[in-house]
């Protein structure tokens, strides 16, 4: 469980996105490591628009789709956000929890594609490479910043190696 893993580490804060499915599993790890969970909108999901809520595979058929799979830095959901504006936000939101927590670790619970971007521009990737890295639910991906200089340690670490064996 990665309130568990993280415990020993002894955060001094944990932020979570908004969106129920994050707030639960924040909550989790807020038990166990001993802090409150705060909510932080700049850690949400992509903002899907008319998009959320729909099949992957009514989405398929579309040519949206494939451009978000092929050139994602040049998609705008229908009434939602650009993928390069949900970058800069959850980038943002981590760059004020630096600004906020100089020192000692920091949990932040979010979604998948949002960590991924953010891993993505600590490694100087171009948004149209983050499809690249894989990010697992209950996995953890850790970006250490020492003098402003970013360094990422771990990237879609789930604690065993389940999550590199092929599907059956």
Known sequence: HVGERLAPL????????PIERCVETAERIAAICRLEAQEL????EIDYGRWTGRSFASLARTRLWRRVHRVPSSVRFPGGETLTEA??????ALETL?????????GVVSHGDPIAMALAHY?????????????????????????GLP??????????LEHLRPPR
Do not use: C, K, M, W
């Open 123 to 147: 490694a100087g990737l171009h948004l149209d490479l983050f499809q690249r890295l894989q990010v697992s639910p209950g996995s953890i991906s850790a970006v250490a910043v020492e003098d």
């Open 87 to 92: 970058q800069r936000r959850i980038v943002d």
């Open 10 to 17: 002894r955060p001094s804060a944990l932020y979570s996105s």
């Open 41 to 44: 909108d700049g850690l949400a």
């Open 98 to 106: 630096v600004e906020r927590h100089p020192r000692g670790v920091v």
């Open 151 to 160: 360094r990422i340690l771990l990237v879609n670490d789930a604690g065993t």
